[in-house]
């Protein structure tokens, strides 16, 4: 059973940052890529990072683009979403997921994930 546990969410102003960190446990958490994705209320469930499971390879949506970095750290079984100069339109629930494997064509896809977390809210002041 693969759990993964969100935090580092908050409220922030615009401009400022926040890291956000999601502990995996259950599986041998370097053999699997994760991703973050983001869902605003009454909106789809957005793709925002990815990242393989040595970490050689990022995805990122155009919208987070040189702003946000994902890494992560597989002697801690966590990855990390460093989210900077944050945006209004950046509120949402965070959500982590693990994906058995990923590719430039199916990083974006909900469906292309196995397990996710319950999410950390993140909220932005203008």
């Known amino acids: 059973q693969v759990q993964l546990v969100e935090s580092g969410g908050g409220l922030v102003q615009a401009g400022g940052s926040l890291r956000l960190s999601c502990a995996a446990s259950g599986r041998t958490f370097s053999s699997y890529a994760m991703g973050w994705f983001r869902q605003a209320p009454g909106k789809e469930r957005d793709f925002v990072a990815a990242i393989s499971w040595s970490g050689g390879s990022r995805y990122y949506a155009d919208s987070v683009k040189g702003r946000f970095t994902i890494s992560r750290d597989n002697a801690k079984n966590t990855v990390y979403l460093q989210m900077n100069s944050l945006k209004f339109e950046d509120t949402a629930v965070y959500l982590c997921?693990?994906?058995?494997?990923?590719?430039?064509?199916?990083?974006?896809?909900?469906?292309?994930?196995?397990?996710w977390g319950q999410g950390t809210q993140v909220t932005v002041s203008s």
């Open positions: 997921a693990l994906a058995g494997g990923i590719s430039r064509a199916t990083v974006t896809l909900v469906g292309s994930y196995d397990y």
